[in-house]
């Protein structure tokens, strides 16, 4: 297989490829509202933090330890507490979705127990939030104010836990969520609207044109490639300013890594459309494919959203097969801990091998013949 490539017929080649990306309204629409969308949409819209979460407290005697509480859980942020005159009317409320806990705090005439949450498992991420707040905010109550056997065990009494949490010292999901958006930005850009290109010119009837001029096929997929490459790199201009002015998630590696591993993953992506484009032939067919085997196992499977060690192993192996995959645990990673080389030549790595992989396959499949 011959990779000819000329200058001159390359560079007509990207003028009737940018001309007709210009024209094209629609896929020009899509790549640069759409990931704006996309930016807004999770940015602000996807969130695992829990913030006013409202916890009804029953007690039945005006106590110290009742205050103590109260005033404990009224200084976060993420819980909001409400006084409850007994246990039936906030077990009512809970019911009615009117709040999303109980904290029931006994008597201190009574046997000494522990105070009991109760709170609506209907949401677990959210649920388990407020037990984890709760809790947080019950340990590190006095122990001249509040007997601690009455909170926690009598051997974890006795043992102190100093907190730190590294690269994400706030504890904001955002930080989480903001770097894997683009990835799914890219993804977009990249396979879904390269898979439309050939198959476009294919139902037209203007790709056969090609063949009687002396332009390779290693032409034709570097003119397809440039023009969108360009628009993603806008897209990605876009992702890093609202990652750091709108959404004030830091950048700790390096931004020319940043970058250089972004192009990389754009072009797999394109290429990967490419292939899709030439393989069907058929825009609707290529956009459905498109869809399925780039952007949802983006979105699903490559650790933007959930953590793929949490998953069955079937799920982690195929996860490893995901371009997305790799190019998500190094941005990530690049965002917020820095430049962790062996897992940035690791990945950049396989999506090199990915990229190879696929310019073979799609220059296989654009070879000059009329089926």
Request: with cysteine; aromatic share 8%.
């Amino acid at each position: 297989m011959k990779f000819e490539l000329s200058t001159t017929r390359l560079l007509a080649l990207l003028k009737k490829e940018f001309a007709q990306m210009v024209r094209d309204r629609s896929s020009l629409s899509v790549g640069l509202l759409l990931p704006v969308i996309l930016i807004l949409l999770f940015g602000y819209g996807l969130s695992f933090d829990v913030k006013n979460a409202t916890i009804a407290v029953v007690s039945s005697e005006d106590s110290k330890l009742k205050h103590e509480i109260i005033a404990r859980l009224d200084a976060s942020n993420y819980i909001q507490p409400t006084l409850s005159t007994s246990q039936q009317e906030a077990t009512k409320r809970l019911i009615n979705h009117d709040i999303d806990g109980i904290l029931i705090i006994p008597d201190e005439s009574s046997v000494p127990s522990s105070p009991l949450l109760i709170v609506n498992g209907v949401d677990t991420t959210l649920a388990n939030a407020i037990i984890s707040y709760i809790n947080a905010a019950l340990a590190t109550m006095s122990k001249s104010e509040i007997d601690h056997q009455a909170l926690v065990t009598e051997n974890s009494a006795k043992i102190e836990v100093s907190q730190r949490m590294w690269f994400n010292e706030t504890a904001n999901s955002r930080w989480y969520l903001v770097p894997g958006l683009l990835v799914l930005v890219l993804t977009l850009i990249g396979a879904f609207l390269s898979s439309l290109l050939i198959a476009r010119e294919w139902e037209r009837g203007t790709f056969e044109a090609v063949f009687v001029t002396p332009v390779s096929t290693l032409e034709i997929i570097i003119a397809k490639l440039l023009p969108y490459l360009a628009l993603g790199g806008v897209n990605l201009t876009l992702c890093l300013l609202a990652s750091h002015f709108l959404f004030e998630v830091p950048i700790r590696g390096s931004l020319f890594i940043i970058v250089v591993a972004a192009l990389l993953y754009l072009a797999v992506s394109l290429l990967l459309g490419l292939y899709i484009s030439a393989a069907t032939k058929n825009q609707f067919q290529a956009s459905q494919i498109a869809l399925l085997t780039s952007f949802l196992p983006a979105m699903m499977l490559s650790g933007f959203v959930f953590d793929l060690r949490n998953v069955p192993v079937v799920i982690q192996i195929f996860s490893q097969l995901l371009p997305a995959t790799h190019f998500m645990g190094s941005i990530k990673s690049l965002f917020l801990s820095g430049n962790h080389w062996p897992t940035i030549f690791e990945d950049l790595g396989i999506l090199f091998i990915y990229g190879l992989i696929l310019l073979y396959l799609t220059h296989r499949k654009l070879r000059k013949s009329i089926e």
